[in-house]
């Protein structure tokens, strides 16, 4: 049984447990590994290479293309500004849609990675400028380029490995467009146009979804913010519904559905909406101080065991730790989850950053080995 094979059906059916920490996505372990400092130089090579040090079956994330590629006809990128100095760099696009254009602010330091300091819509007069943009791509008919994208992926990762494709699939993140809290807002001030712009996104991904599929993903990534960020009526007026949605079209595809929440996931854990979002792999059931859960047993017992879970060593103990205290801790965790009957990999609670020791990932894994 190959990697890909042995991610899948312990996913669906469990079985013998392994370990599986989150390397890559720009948290910079891998480029560490790699003896880089900019995390944007880090390549697949080096993801990949780092996950072979370890003893550990990797599912490897893409990203999905640029959307706005789809619709070259309308839109344009266009570099305003690119400048390198005091171990920062800063980038500032534009992206021209037809008549409108948004910019977007990208900054990257050493070591520590890129955010972005000014998303596209940061003031709700934008939002027409994404509801046209969402209307030019839902007269997209041929995707193509993202099935090609898809299938070069899986020839870089190999036919052996698990991948996923992420992108915000979720409608209530609006394609990333604004953050986090002037999304909140908007929907609490402008309902009946954030519903309708949800309903595009859910149209334009279930085509994406059928086009990801073509292409020989395992996974597909459904995001959504923690209880830090929204409250649970988000969860129930929006995420929830579409959520369900989204992940019944990709499982019609045969595709299994991968949610990643670095936060605290309560009450929205006590209240079952994660049972209610047609969820694969979850990740993460953490304590305090990274998340917020009771203790790993009460959780379980609040998750549908249908549902896998991976992690959940936090990062604290992971920068600060012994290795022999992770060993600790890692089994601890392997024991309450055969305690209680639970599909469970044994992760991080989040990617893994630059300074998290080497030798403290290796006591993790090897507990399974």
């Known amino acids: 049984m190959n990697n890909r ?201 279930e085509k994406l979804i059928k086009a990801v599929a073509l292409g020989g993903s395992d996974f597909i990534f459904l995001g959504g913010p923690g209880s830090e960020m929204i409250s649970p009526k988000y969860y129930e007026d929006f995420l929830v519904p579409y959520s369900k949605i989204v992940t019944d079209t990709a499982h019609k595809e045969n595709l299994l559905i991968y949610s990643h929440i670095c936060s605290p996931v309560e009450p929205m854990l006590t209240k079952g909406y994660y049972n209610r979002m047609g969820i694969d792999l979850f990740e993460t059931l953490s304590p305090e101080p990274v998340g917020n859960i009771k203790s790993l047993e009460d959780a379980f017992n609040k998750l549908n065991p249908d549902i896998c879970t991976r992690g959940n060593i936090g990062l604290d103990k992971l920068l600060l730790c012994t290795p022999d205290e992770i060993r600790d801790i890692a089994s601890d965790i392997v024991r309450t989850a055969e305690k209680c009957g639970r599909k469970h990999i044994l992760a991080a609670s989040d990617y893994l950053f630059y300074d998290v020791p080497e030798e403290n990932v290796h006591a993790m894994c090897d507990v399974l080995s």
Request: glycine content about 8%; overall charge negative.
């Open 5 to 205: 094979e042995k991610y899948i059906s312990y996913v669906k059916n469990g079985g013998k447990p392994f370990a599986s920490p989150q390397i890559g996505a720009g948290a910079g372990f891998d480029t560490k590994l790699a003896g880089k400092e900019w995390i944007s130089q880090t390549t697949f090579e080096d993801l990949k290479n780092a996950c072979g040090k370890f003893n550990m079956t990797p599912l490897y994330n893409f990203g999905m293309i640029d959307l706005s590629s789809l619709i070259a006809h309308e839109c344009k990128w266009e570099n305003l500004r690119s400048e390198e100095t005091g171990g920062r760099k800063y980038y500032e696009n534009r992206l021209n849609i037809g008549k409108y254009f948004l910019d977007v602010h990208m900054t990257e330091e050493k070591i520590k990675g890129g955010f972005q300091t000014k998303y596209f819509i940061t003031h709700e007069d934008e939002f027409a400028v994404l509801d046209y943009y969402l209307d030019r791509l839902l007269e997209v008919t041929d995707f193509t380029p993202v099935t090609e994208h898809v299938k070069n992926c899986r020839r870089i990762a190999g036919d052996g490995e698990a991948i996923d494709i992420q992108w915000a699939m979720q409608p209530y993140e609006l394609f990333c467009f604004a953050d986090t809290m002037n999304t909140a807002v908007f929907a609490l001030e402008h309902r009946n146009l954030f519903i309708k712009m949800m309903d595009k996104i859910l149209e334009i991904d």
